[in-house]
């Protein structure tokens, strides 16, 4: 039974491109009754926006206006999901300035009364480090690129595997709130896992937390 408001429950769920993550996410929010924050679409709106002023995401100076000025209508675009939108998002994202602009509403978002769920790269370690439960979610590379291209059926599975590849070295290569598993955290490897028992395995994960802190008290 859905048992968050037991007291407000932060939840961070962390972990590589097309990992799951956002399908974890969002079943954690419905199952606890949370709201769920999506950070990557933040990424992803300032990238877009890089790309539509006809800009270079290695800008740093134009990513960090566009992150600072950033329309949240934007957030609802189609066009966020795009492969290219996604490797702008990679790029601006390693940029502190931009990092710095997406800080506070992050924040404000986990801070909310009743608790909430947000999912990314650097919530469990940067975001909300005092997360009541932490789940750093990912999958073999193989498998990961297998569910991307399900996603977007006309694209070639090597491209698909490439630009994963990419984006994974680059966010756990650069300096700013790198990718990586926060100590505290529970490992979900989803390999071999369908959707329904990835999702069964999360929330039994985040009840046993759950359980453990109160027994604590
Ligand atoms: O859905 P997918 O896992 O492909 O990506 P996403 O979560 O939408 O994130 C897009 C990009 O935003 C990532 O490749 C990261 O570079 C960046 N990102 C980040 O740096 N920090 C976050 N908390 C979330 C996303």
Do not use: W
Not at 165 to 184: S, V
Not at 193 to 204: G, H, L, V, Y
Request: net charge negative; proline share 5%.
């Amino acid at each position: 039974m859905p048992n968050a408001n037991r007291f407000a429950v932060v939840i961070a769920v962390d972990g590589p491109a097309a990992s799951g993550k956002g399908t974890i996410a969002r079943a954690l929010a419905a199952h606890f009754g949370l709201p769920h924050m999506d950070t990557g679409s933040l990424y992803r709106a300032v990238g877009l926006a890089v790309l539509r002023a006809g800009g270079d995401p290695a800008d740093a100076a134009l990513a960090a206006k566009c992150a600072r000025t950033l329309d949240v209508a934007v957030l609802d675009d189609p066009a966020l999901r795009e492969p290219s939108t996604a490797r702008a998002a990679s790029v601006v994202s390693a940029h502190p300035e931009v990092r710095a602009a997406l800080l506070e509403c992050q924040q404000a978002f986990a801070r909310q009364p009743g608790g909430a769920v947000l999912d990314g790269r650097d919530i469990g370690t940067v975001i909300a480090p005092d997360a009541d439960i932490k789940i750093f979610v990912t999958a073999s590379l193989d498998v990961r690129a297998k569910r991307r291209q399900a996603e977007t059926p006309e694209r070639d599975y090597a491209v698909v595997r490439a630009n994963l590849a990419e984006r994974d070295a680059r966010d756990a290569e650069r300096d700013a709130a790198p990718l990586r598993q926060a100590d505290d955290s529970i490992l979900l490897d989803t390999s071999d896992m369908d959707r329904e028992t990835a999702i069964a395995r999360a929330i039994a994960l985040a009840e046993a937390r759950l359980a453990e802190k109160a027994a604590l008290g």
